[in-house]
């Protein structure tokens, strides 16, 4: 059994199990996945930071989680997703603010990671997207490389267990293989899913994409969010795009909110962040989906969130 | 001075070929400098083309012309990349076949001078078929984007995989396309019997088929200076006969047959004393019989007039089409031409299929057609939605066309031009068949003129065809197979895309005063 192997395995007999506490903190460092119901590392279940540039509002959120170290340790192989999918300039809000990514890469290398890499499936030609986003120059001035994400044979071919729609997927290599997670969806209308979060920015590490479009989109981002999740989940809400998402037309479509919010639990995080839009979490159905599929927790109500105003 | 004029000729022959073949097999986009694609528009024909298609005078085309008035066939053996792959082929055979192996061959004036007439015929017919097969440079550029690209394609992504497999990222695996199978099989054909030609009888192609050969062939049969023998010096070794890749060269009558001659100076460094060198043509010193001079000269003056004729017929014949029409035309899933070539009218009549916008275009969408502009388009690129589509941000390909068939647009002027219109079938669409959301269309739309309107509860693609821009990003982006529900139909004129509204959203407290859970 190499390596990979290995991983994989992992990650499927926590997922079959289900029952993650009893294979101990080894497992988990290698699934990278705090279960629903695992003790989370952080005190509160959602941070929401508001009011600051990007970089120091993701500083004081990971102050309030206990640090990058929680997350990453010595030595780890760290994968950072954030959304590139667009080859637009950073104004137009389409993709995730570069300052906060390279924030995200610095913190994870002071915490002793030994190589972040950063990637996304983007929809336009993936080169001038990552150049025109800002996010190529930022990841790199923070020391982190670029991977490619556009041809099929970086994925491997993965069963989504307990799924309605989606029984396979392609996901990239580096999600199977990385240590840590690290999602950082930018907050956006969307013509499709209607909003964009953290869930919806997974569809960024599979291959096809048409299939999810063709089998009822809603289901399947909910579906295949049971599969892998996160080891954190950081919503950029900075520039938001309030519509014409999720490409936009112009700098018109976006507003400056200056947020953000840092969750382990992705159906909290999206929950919050359509609040946040101005909508009702129940109303965008993946997230509804997710949270009777026990994927994460929607009653934001009885969550302990910590409120940070810069 | 004439033991370092084969060198020079070989420097910069090497130089103009490697810069012209990095254009063609850059995978990288990053050698397509204005200054590289500049190269490009020194081609004979692209400039030619360029001239009698748009009017735009060209520089180069001038210097060429000058160039070869002056000194004869300069051209064929310094700027012509195909002369340049020809020479390489020789080179082989010289290894291989042995040195020193050409003859005087007789000369296929009459067959040369058809083609070039034919070609002109087509020209003034508004077609480009012939001179799109022939035109050495476009040839030269099918044969690198059809049959060398593939090597540097799979080359680096078999160092991608190695790199990947060793999770470097070093290399990065582009998408392996190559043109239509007919069109493969054409290049790969031609370039054969071109690579036979040139194996057995050097530069025969030049000096039988080739149209810019031909032209430059006439203009030479009046050049300043000639390259003749000089008895004095003669060696009598016959050196020069056997290397003369023109074989244009009569030893025994110790003649140079100039028109022919592509000025590659092997004669001249192969021998032993400068039995060969340039002489004024017009001057005293010309050894040729005076008698024969004159008729020469009547009948070129006379075939130049003959195509000056035909390129001012065609001028005039091309202003005619180009009247601009203010409705734009539609025909169902006709062929999208690339930005910037105006209408289909424009792009098929100027472009040459050299295939550089389909080598520059980042996102691949640009390849070859075989029969779908007709035989007299044969082979000119289209736009292919199966493929990717047209990057919103980009209008690469109109900077780099040589011939005039693409336009130079700025980025942001492309974003107002429409290749087509997206039409939408309902009935095909996923959200009617499945019932259920998809949205990918609009997601894609750089313009939003698909938008998702909530129709029974789910939300339904919606067109606003003014906004549209033709790019294909619906059509490519649609799931629904084996027909895609929304494709685009092309505009046999480009139209002009009406700019999206520019509405702020509602103007609300930019900062959540307080968190709203």
């Known amino acids: 059994m190499d390596r990979k192997e290995f991983f994989k395995k992992s990650v499927y007999a926590a997922l079959a199990a289900g029952a993650m506490p009893a294979l101990g903190k080894y497992a988990e460092a290698f699934a990278g996945t705090p279960m629903p119901g695992s003790p989370s590392p952080s005190p509160y279940d959602l941070v929401a930071v508001k009011g600051g540039e990007p970089d120091v509002m993701f500083d004081k959120a990971m102050e309030a989680m206990g640090g990058m170290k929680q997350f990453v340790w010595k030595g780890a192989m760290v994968v950072v997703k954030p959304n590139i999918g667009w080859d637009v300039s950073p104004d137009r809000g389409a993709n995730t603010n570069p300052k906060l990514v390279a924030q995200i890469i610095k913190h994870c290398y002071a915490a002793g990671a030994k190589q972040v890499t950063v990637f996304d499936h983007t929809c336009d030609d993936w080169k001038s997207a990552y150049a025109n986003s800002g996010i190529e120059r930022a990841a790199k001035d923070a020391g982190a490389r670029i991977a490619p994400a556009d041809t099929e044979n970086y994925y491997q071919k993965v069963t989504v267990a307990g799924t309605d729609k989606l029984p396979n997927a392609k996901v990239h290599e580096l999600i199977m293989e990385s240590d840590v997670f690290i999602n950082v969806p930018v907050l956006k209308n969307h013509g499709g899913a209607k909003l964009t979060v953290c869930m919806k920015n997974l569809m960024g590490i599979v291959w096809d994409r048409k299939e999810w479009h063709r089998n009822d989109l809603h289901q399947c981002i909910a579906d295949f969010a049971a599969f892998h999740k996160p080891t954190l989940n950081v919503v950029d809400a900075y520039t938001v795009m309030k519509k014409n998402g999720p490409r936009g037309v112009s700098a018109d479509d976006v507003v400056t909110m200056k947020s953000l919010l840092v969750s382990t639990d992705m159906v909290a995080a999206d929950a919050a962040a359509t609040k946040l839009f101005g909508w009702e979490p129940a109303d965008i159905r993946h997230i509804a989906i997710a949270a009777e599929k026990k994927i994460g927790r929607i009653d934001l109500a009885n969550l302990n969130i910590k409120r940070i105003t810069v | 001075m004439y033991q370092y004029l084969k060198r020079i000729r070989v420097g910069v022959s090497a130089a103009f070929f490697c810069a012209v073949l990095l254009l063609f097999i850059d995978i990288s986009n990053v050698s397509r400098i204005p200054l590289l694609v500049s190269l490009a528009s020194l081609q004979f024909i692209p400039a030619v083309m360029t001239v009698i298609r748009i009017g735009t005078p060209i520089v180069g085309l001038v210097a060429v012309v000058a160039l070869t008035l002056l000194a004869g066939r300069v051209y064929c053996s310094s700027i012509c990349p195909l002369g340049t792959l020809q020479d390489g082929v020789i080179a082989l055979s010289r290894r291989t076949r ?293 990057a919103y941000e980009c209008a690469v390909c109109t900077t780099v066309c040589p011939s005039g068939a693409l336009l130079p647009l700025t980025n942001s002027e492309k974003k107002e031009v429409q290749l087509g219109r997206a039409k939408f079938i309902k009935e095909d669409c996923i959200v009617i068949t499945k019932k259920t959301d998809c949205g990918a269309c609009s997601e894609h739309c750089p313009t939003k003129a698909v938008q998702m309107v909530k129709t029974d509860g789910l939300f339904l693609p919606k067109m606003t065809e003014e906004l549209c821009v033709g790019c294909g990003a619906c059509e490519h982006a649609c799931p629904v197979k084996p027909n895609k529900a929304i494709f685009v139909e092309a505009s046999s004129v480009h139209g002009k895309a009406k700019k999206p509204e520019q509405k702020h959203v509602e103007e609300k407290k930019e900062i959540p005063v307080e968190f709203p859970f």
């Not at chain 2, 497999?165 to 396309?177: G, K, M, N, Q, S």
């Not at chain 2, 023998?229 to 074989?247: P, R, W």
């Open chain 2, 98 to 390: 042995g040195p020193r192996k050409f003859k005087y061959a007789r000369a296929f004036t009459l067959v040369h001078y058809a083609f070039l007439a034919s070609s002109v015929f087509f020209l003034c017919a508004g077609s480009v078929l012939l001179v799109d097969l022939l035109d050495p440079y476009s040839f030269f550029g099918r044969i690198a984007y059809t049959l060398f690209r593939p090597g540097i394609v799979g080359s680096n992504n078999a160092l991608a995989w190695a790199s990947d497999r060793l999770h470097l990222y070093f290399v990065y695996a582009v998408p392996f396309r190559t043109v239509a199978g007919s069109v493969f099989v054409v290049t790969a054909a031609s370039a054969g019997i071109l690579f036979w030609m040139a194996y057995f009888h050097g530069r025969l192609f030049c000096n039988s088929v080739c149209p810019t050969g031909a032209v430059l062939r006439l203009l030479s049969r009046v050049s300043l200076f000639r390259l003749t023998f000089d008895l004095g010096e003669c060696k009598d070794c016959s050196l020069c006969e056997k290397i003369c890749k023109a074989e244009c060269i009569d030893y025994k009558k110790r003649e140079v047959d100039f028109p022919r001659c592509v000025s590659c100076y092997n004669c001249i460094d192969a021998c032993p004393a400068i039995g060969i060198h340039y002489t004024l043509r017009y001057g005293k010193k010309g050894s040729e019989p005076a008698s024969s001079v004159n008729p020469k000269r009547r009948d070129v003056l006379k075939q130049s007039a003959a195509l000056l004729a035909a390129a001012t017929s065609v001028v005039s014949l091309d202003r005619a089409q180009a009247a601009p029409s203010v409705q734009p035309a539609f025909e169902l899933r006709g062929v999208v031409t690339p930005p910037g070539s105006r209408s289909r009218a424009h792009f098929t009549s100027a472009c040459t299929s050299c295939y550089l916008c389909i080598a520059a275009c980042p996102s691949q969408v640009i390849t070859s057609s075989f029969l779908e502009y007709g035989v007299t388009g044969m082979f000119q690129p289209k736009m292919d939605y199966t493929l990717a589509y047209c």
